[in-house]
C-alpha cells in the first residue's frame, strides 16, 4: 500500500497508509498501524492536516515574522 506524510496542527509529521476508500491508517514512528483512520480529503480541507508545501509555507511566514 501506498503512504502519505502530512503535518498535523502542532506541525508534527505523520506517517500515513491507504487502506482503500479514501482512508488512511496513521502509522507509529515503527511503521506499524496505531488504528487511527483518517479520510484525507476531509482532514486537508478542513485543515487539520497539511501537506507538505503548505507546511513549508507555513515555516516561510512563522520565520518572517519571527524575522521582523
Given at each position: ?17 491507504a ?35 503548505q507546511h ?13
Amino acid at each position: 500500500m501506498s503512504s502519505v506524510t502530512a503535518y498535523n496542527r502542532r506541525g508534527e509529521r505523520i506517517v500515513l497508509q491507504a487502506v482503500g476508500h479514501g482512508m488512511y491508517e496513521q502509522l507509529d514512528s515503527g511503521g506499524k498501524g496505531t488504528g487511527c483512520l483518517v479520510n484525507l480529503k476531509t482532514a486537508l480541507g478542513c485543515g487539520s492536516l497539511f501537506t507538505e508545501e503548505q507546511h513549508e509555507k507555513y515555516l516561510a511566514k512563522k520565520a518572517k515574522r519571527q524575522g521582523k
